[in-house]
């Protein structure tokens, strides 16, 4: 489930809580439990997966996720898969981990693992969104935002993508919140 961080310090773990706080970003999260994982538990643990084994899970998720893809405009999607060992992490990292925004919509549902976001809401308050394993993301394009895996770089997620050059980063020099960065 997802947990959200206020710039007050204030955190809310409860959807209902949480929902309020990003409706003025127009961002949908909602948590699925298709199920599916129970199909696969062995490639959720695993930090290598062939190809294969990516094209099996997100054909599964394919038919779970089906009125997803239609509402939305999805066109096509992959299966992100970090851990510790992937070759272009840091490059990853470095790449979404400041504030940016994108011309398409981004989004994701989380197979396992943790990631963070980071968003400037209209009123230049800053939050930050832990999402989880059967989390799901829509981050509408122009939103302005930042990701990056928590301290145990262990993720993986499909991304569905509106077109197809994916998701680019346009950066906007936002800085991060000093509030969000001192502990409570």
């Given amino acids: 489930m997802p947990t959200l961080l206020l710039d007050d310090g204030t955190i809310k773990s409860n959807l209902n809580e949480i929902l309020p706080e990003l409706a003025p970003l127009d961002i949908h999260l909602k ?10 538990p ?8 062939t190809d294969s084994d990516k094209q099996q899970i997100i ?19 992959d299966l992100l898969n970090l851990h510790p060992g ?15 925004h994108h011309t398409a919509p981004e989004a994701l549902y989380v197979l396992a693992g943790e990631m963070i976001f980071g ?3 209209p009123d230049g308050h800053q939050v930050q ?15 302005e ?23 680019v980063p346009n950066y906007t020099g936002t800085q991060l919140s000093d509030s969000l960065n001192k502990p409570h």
């Fill in 31 to 40: 948590h699925y439990d298709p199920g599916t994982s129970l199909l696969f």
């Fill in 42 to 49: 062995h490639f959720l643990e695993q930090d290598v997966l």
């Fill in 59 to 77: 054909d599964l998720h394919h038919g779970v996720f089906e009125f997803l893809q239609q509402q939305n405009g999805y066109l096509w999607s």
């Fill in 86 to 100: 992937l070759p272009n992490l840091q490059n990853f990292i470095a790449t979404y981990s400041r504030y940016h």
């Fill in 119 to 121: 968003f400037v809401k």
């Fill in 129 to 143: 969104l832990l999402i989880q394993s059967q989390d799901y993301i829509h981050i509408p394009e122009g939103v």
């Fill in 145 to 167: 935002h930042w990701c990056s895996p928590t301290a145990l770089l262990h993720f993986k997620a499909i991304r569905y993508f509106t077109s197809v050059e994916g998701w």
